[in-house]
C-alpha cells in the first residue's frame, strides 16, 4: 500500500472544518486593516533564498528541497529549484519584479504550503502551512515609521483574540541595524570562543558560522553557557533605540502587552530592528505560534530598491493544534437530514434538499432503499439537528414530519414553510 510521505500528511474532516474557520477569520481580520492577498509560485530560483535566508542559515544548509531543472537535452546545465522554505522572500521578489512600489505601500497577505527537509515531530512537518503578511514599500511612504510595526503586532493580537486563543504571550526584542548586528556577532564570537567546544554539535558550528542562531538551540545542557552571552540591547544605536521605544509606546497606547526577551534575535539574515514572537502554552516546549519582524535591507539585497518592511509568518499547523479544543464549536453539522421513504422518492427529496440548501440550510440526503430507523440513526450519526420524513403521504399533501433529533418533538410542517422552521431555531 502507497502511504503519504513521512512528514507531510492528509487533512481530512472533520479537522478541515477548524482549518477553513482560521482562514475565514484570518481573511476577515486583514481585510479590517487593509490588507491584500498576493500568491506566489511554491518553487523559486534557489538563489532567492541563499540571498534572502542566508547560506549559512539551518534552512539552507540543512532543510532545503533543491532540485535542478534540466533543460531539454540531457546535456544542458539546468537551474537550481527550491521549493519555497519561507514565503517572505518570494513576497518582496514579486515586489521587486512587479515594480510595485508605484502603488506606494502595500500591505500583502498569504496563505500557503511551505518546504522544509527537517526531521518531522509533534507540530513540523515537511510540507506545512504558514500565514503570513508583510508591510514593504518605499520610505518615502511610511514603511520605516514605528507604526508599521505597532500595527502589525496589534493586528495579531486581534486575529488571536478573534480565534479564542486567550492565553497567549507577545515576546518583543530590538535586533538593530546591520551595523549593530556586525557588532554583535563579533561580540558573540568571541564570547563563545572559549566555550563552544562545551555545547552542542549544531551550537559549535553555529558560532562560527552564524553566531546568531546559538540563541535557537533547545538543548539543556547548552542553555547555561547561553545566558552568559552578551546582550543585543547593549549594541543598539540610539536611531534604533529610539526606533524600539516608540514601537512600545504606541502598543501600550491601544493596551496590547508584551514582554520584552533580549534573547529573542531571528536568526535569519534578512531580520533588522523589532522581532517578536507570540508564544502559547498549549503547545508545549515548542510553544512558538507565530513570529517576524522588520527587514529594512532584504529589498536591496536581492537588487531592489530601498523599501523597508516587516512581516510574519504564523505556523498554520500548530495555530489549528492550539485550537483543537474548540474544534467541535466551529464544525458545521447537517441542520437537517431528508429522509426518502419509499421507490420514486429519490428525486422528490432531491427538489426538497435544493429548496432548503437556497436558503443556506445544510442539507444531508439520504436514499429511498432505507428504512426509516436507518434513516434516523444515520441522521443521528451525522449530528444532524433534524431529520425531514419524506414519502407519497407528504408528497400528495404539502405537509411533511420534521423530527428535532434533540428532544425527539415531531411537528408537520407545510412546505412553504420548512426552511423558516429549520432555521427558526
Request: negative net charge; glycine residues 8%; aromatic residues 8%.
Amino acid at each position: 500500500m502507497i502511504k503519504a510521505i513521512r512528514g507531510t500528511r492528509d487533512l481530512l474532516p472533520p479537522d478541515t472544518a477548524l482549518w477553513n474557520f482560521v482562514e475565514a477569520a484570518v481573511r476577515d481580520v486583514f481585510r479590517a486593516y487593509n490588507f491584500h492577498e498576493i500568491r506566489t509560485p511554491i518553487f523559486e530560483d534557489t538563489q532567492l533564498f541563499t540571498r534572502s535566508v542566508g547560506e549559512e542559515t539551518d534552512i539552507v544548509s540543512k532543510e532545503m528541497f533543491t532540485w535542478e531543472d534540466r533543460g531539454r537535452a540531457q546535456s544542458d546545465k539546468g537551474q537550481s529549484l527550491t521549493l519555497r522554505p519561507e514565503n517572505t522572500a518570494s513576497v518582496v521578489r514579486a515586489y521587486i519584479e512587479h515594480k510595485l512600489w508605484d502603488r506606494g505601500l502595500n500591505k500583502l497577505y498569504y496563505i500557503g504550503p511551505q518546504f522544509r527537509r527537517e526531521r518531522p515531530q509533534k507540530g513540523r512537518y515537511r510540507q506545512f502551512y504558514q500565514i503570513g503578511a508583510e508591510v514593504i514599500g518605499p520610505p518615502s511612504a511610511g514603511s520605516e515609521s514605528p507604526a508599521r510595526d505597532a500595527e502589525i503586532l496589534e493586528l495579531l493580537a486581534t486575529l488571536l483574540d478573534r480565534l479564542g486563543i486567550k492565553d497567549w504571550t507577545l515576546e518583543l526584542n530590538s535586533v538593530g541595524c546591520p551595523n549593530d548586528r556586525a557588532k554583535y556577532n563579533e561580540a558573540l564570537r568571541q564570547a563563545l570562543e572559549p566555550v563552544k567546544d562545551k555545547m552542542c554539535v549544531d551550537c559549535q558550528r553555529r558560532a562560527v558560522t552564524n553566531p546568531l542562531r546559538v540563541f535557537d538551540c533547545k538543548v539543556p545542557e547548552d542553555q547555561p553557557i547561553i545566558e552568559t552571552l552578551p546582550r543585543i540591547g547593549e549594541f543598539l544605536d540610539e536611531p534604533c533605540r529610539q526606533h524600539f521605544d516608540q514601537v512600545k509606546e504606541i502598543l501600550r497606547a491601544v493596551g496590547v502587552e508584551f514582554q520584552l526577551n533580549d534573547r529573542l534575535v531571528r536568526g535569519l539574515d534578512y531580520y533588522t530592528r523589532t522581532a517578536f514572537e507570540f508564544t502559547h502554552g498549549a503547545l508545549g516546549a515548542q510553544n512558538a505560534i507565530l513570529g517576524g519582524g522588520r527587514y529594512d535591507g532584504l529589498s536591496e539585497s536581492l537588487g531592489g530598491p530601498n523599501a523597508p518592511g516587516i512581516g510574519f509568518a504564523i505556523g498554520e499547523d500548530r495555530l489549528v493544534m492550539s485550537l483543537t479544543e474548540s474544534a467541535e464549536a466551529v464544525i458545521r453539522k447537517p441542520d437537517v437530514y431528508v429522509a426518502p421513504l419509499g421507490p420514486g422518492m429519490n428525486k422528490e427529496c432531491a427538489r426538497i434538499a435544493r429548496e432548503l440548501r437556497r436558503h443556506d440550510i445544510v442539507v444531508e440526503l439520504g436514499d429511498e432503499s432505507f428504512r426509516l430507523k436507518k434513516s434516523l440513526e444515520t441522521a443521528s450519526k451525522l449530528g444532524a439537528k433534524y431529520a425531514l420524513i419524506a414519502g407519497e403521504n407528504e408528497l400528495s399533501t404539502g405537509v411533511f414530519a420534521l423530527k428535532n433529533l434533540g428532544t425527539g418533538e415531531q411537528v408537520s410542517v407545510p412546505r412553504n414553510d420548512l426552511a423558516a422552521q429549520i432555521l427558526a431555531s
